[in-house]
């Protein structure tokens, strides 16, 4: 009777943790979005058809904490330098390209785990027609790995932002 039962509990048990690693395997809360993320692509799809936003080797940070606040930077991994070597001196040339090939913007964040979106309100932005905005995205995390995509009508006009995150270590 003994290793009956014994048999029951072993098998409930290794049934149980398969369970639990799956779920925590395939794990979506905002508890899970807090730490440090490091941009690994930036896609965009624009009529079928992507490209990399930020060149091939896009650089980027992404934090979330733990009381609702976020910061992001993004920015292409070939920036051009200022020749002066003064921000307050750039050329057209070179304030366009940074423009166009950087944004930073930091707020606060709320999550609605069921539907799996995140809403970031932008409290600043380098790009400041979002500032005051919300802002939402469809997001899944799989192991170390956080997909955030644009929702139509928040990304910048047709276009639809994809980024890929690798927690940083």
């Known amino acids: 009777m003994n290793r009956i039962i014994s048999s029951a509990l072993t098998t409930s048990a290794l049934i149980f943790g398969v369970f639990l690693l799956r ?3 395939v794990a979506q809360t905002a508890k899970d979005l807090v730490g440090t993320w490091t941009l690994v692509s930036l896609t965009v799809e624009r009529d079928g058809k992507k490209t990399d936003f930020y060149g091939l080797n896009p650089r980027g940070q992404l934090i979330y904490d733990a009381g609702g606040h976020f910061s992001e930077i993004l920015t292409r991994s070939d920036l051009l330098k200022f020749a002066s070597n003064s921000r307050m001196a750039g050329t057209a040339e070179e304030n366009k390209s940074i423009v166009q090939g950087s944004l930073a913007q930091f707020g606060t964040y ?3 785990e069921a539907d799996k979106i995140i809403t970031r309100h932008i409290e600043s932005c380098t790009f400041p027609s979002w500032n005051g905005m919300d802002r939402k995205s469809s997001f899944s995390i799989s192991g170390d790995e956080l997909s955030i995509t644009g ?3 928040t990304s910048t006009g047709t276009e639809t932002p994809q980024l890929i995150w690798k927690r940083a270590k």
């Open 110 to 112: 709320s999550v609605s």
């Open 23 to 25: 779920e925590e395997a």
């Open 151 to 153: 929702l139509s009508g």
